[in-house]
T-cell receptor, first 115, second 111 residues
Framework: DAGVIQSPRHEVTEMGQEVTLRCKPISGHDYLFWYRQTMMRGLELLIYFNNNVPIDDSGMPEDRFSAKMPNASFSTLKIQPSEPRDSAVYFC?????????????FGPGTRLTVT | SQQGEEDPQALSIQEGENATMNCSYKTSINNLQWYRQNSGRGLVHLILIRSNEREKHSGRLRVTLDTSKKSSSLLITASRAADTASYFCATVPSGNTPLVFGKGTRLSVIA
């Protein structure tokens, strides 16, 4: 298996622009998680899905952030409009309900820089 | 919200020495996991210890769990330069809830 795939790996954009981050979970995994990592705040859970349905989006910082999972093999995290404080590394992770101990598998991350 | 807190925040040791990292958490847990993150990469699962276990080994890794103190430790024996990374503890509060991560310990192993 290729693991969790994220694209792009790096994104540089100007303040006010729309940013879309993409994730392909591991095939057969029914949970998908979006995290944001910064030096100041560490690894924050933004939102997670179970069977393509959003379960908890309480970590989404503002209405500028939205996430979708139209099918079991694809999810997007969109920021519109983007701001410099959104600069961070965004990780997608997935796991299976049947996984031992709820181990999560992470993608390589998307490093977002908003200027 | 973060439940786990790792200690120390940063650790620098010589190759061949042992490295010990600690994690404290706040609520009851189903299990506790340790992850490693190399610079510029995603997190990778290392080891899991269930709430009814006290110690677990995997290669050069040894994890202990003290549920009465709500704490865990990760010991890496005979460290290597390749062990240089950030190490995170993560707890599963209950059921199918997501992992809750601490801020990590940055380990530097000097050759």
């Amino acid at each position: 298996d290729a693991g969790v795939i994220q694209s792009p790996r790096h994104e540089v954009t100007e303040m006010g622009q729309e940013v879309t981050l993409r994730c392909k979970p591991i095939s057969g995994h029914d949970y998908l998680f979006w995290y944001r990592q910064t030096m100041m705040r560490g690894l924050e859970l933004l939102i997670y899905f179970n069977n393509n349905v959003p379960i908890d989006d309480s970590g989404m910082p503002e209405d500028r952030f939205s996430a979708k999972m139209p099918n079991a093999s694809f999810s997007t995290l969109k920021i519109q409009p983007s701001e410099p404080r959104d600069s961070a590394v965004y990780f997608c992770a997935s796991r299976s309900t049947g996984s031992r101990g709820y181990e999560q598998y992470f993608g390589p991350g998307t490093r977002l820089t908003v200027t | 919200s973060q439940q786990g807190e790792e200690d120390p925040q940063a650790l620098s040791i010589q190759e061949g020495e042992n490295a010990t990292m600690n994690c404290s958490y706040k609520t009851s847990i189903n299990n506790l996991q340790w992850y490693r993150q190399n610079s510029g990469r995603g997190l990778v699962h290392l080891i899991l210890i269930r709430s009814n276990e006290r110690e677990k080994h995997s290669g050069r890794l040894r994890v202990t769990l003290d549920t009465s103190k709500k704490s865990s430790s990760l010991l890496i024996t005979a460290s290597r330069a390749a062990d240089t990374a950030s190490y995170f503890c993560a707890t599963v509060p209950s059921g199918n809830t997501p992992l809750v991560f601490g801020k990590g310990t940055r380990l530097s192993v000097i050759a």
